[in-house]
């Protein structure tokens, strides 16, 4: 069965404390895998898209690298405005179509 | 500004009834999406449209129905027969769902509360 886990649920920092979060996946098939930013109460925010394993994505303090069996979301000297939920996703062709799996999320908290 | 749209932004039903929530894209993308997301889970595949006039049921279409009349709107009606429709309604769009690798765009979001 096709599944994305992500960890940790919450994550905690102080400002400038960098950080990882993971997002292990386990889909027959991969076609791509997406990181968005979502905060409370609104919409998802696209970040990043990896296609194949060893590809590295940056934007801002934020970089995405992925393996063939995970993602990682390095976060480096966070700010408080990084808090969110950070949420990953992959594509798998499924039941005839492409189809996007969703992790759980990891609720980042950035205090000063 | 491209983007979508979704209202209202917070919708209350009674029991029994059916509502309707609306999604609007100016993106000019074929492919049009709907999730629903609830505290602690990831979003779920509700229904999804690939271009006008055709749809396909997604992972828990069950309760819910929708149209595709026009390429910009794609609304989406949680019917009396959802036993549990309290949740946070996602809309998306994407250029192609065929092309693989196109990211999906998400609105605002509408958030449905069963009184």
């Known amino acids: 069965e096709d599944q994305v886990t992500q960890s940790p649920e919450a994550l905690r920092l102080q400002e400038g404390e960098s950080s990882s979060l993971n997002c292990s996946y386990t889909v027959s098939g991969l076609r791509g895998l997406f990181w968005y930013r979502q905060d409370p109460g609104k919409g998802p925010e696209f970040l990043f898209t990896?296609?194949?394993a060893g590809e590295e994505k940056e934007k801002e303090r934020l970089k995405a690298t992925l393996t063939k069996k995970e993602s990682f979301l390095h976060i480096t000297a966070p700010k408080p405005e990084d808090s969110a939920t950070y949420l990953c996703a992959v594509r798998v062709f499924s039941g005839g179509y492409n189809k996007l799996i969703f992790g759980a999320g990891t609720r980042l908290a950035v205090h000063p | 500004d491209g983007g979508i749209t979704q209202s209202p932004k917070y919708l209350f039903r009674k029991e029994g009834q059916n509502v309707t929530l609306s999604c609007e894209q100016n993106?000019?993308?074929?492919?049009m999406y709907w999730y629903r997301q609830d505290p602690g889970q990831g979003l779920r595949l509700i229904y999804y449209?690939?271009?006008?006039?055709?749809?396909q049921k997604g992972d828990i279409a069950e309760g819910y129905s929708v149209s595709r009349e026009k390429k910009e709107s794609f609304p989406l009606t949680v019917t009396s027969a959802q036993k549990n429709p309290t949740a946070f309604y996602l809309c998306?769009?994407?250029?192609?769902?065929?092309?693989?690798?196109?990211?999906?765009?998400f609105g605002p979001g509408t958030r449905l509360t069963v009184l």
């Open positions: 449209s690939q271009i006008v006039n055709d749809f």
């Open positions: 990896l296609y194949s």
């Open positions: 993106l000019n993308h074929d492919a």
């Open positions: 998306a769009s994407s250029p192609q769902d065929y092309r693989s690798y196109n990211e999906q765009f």
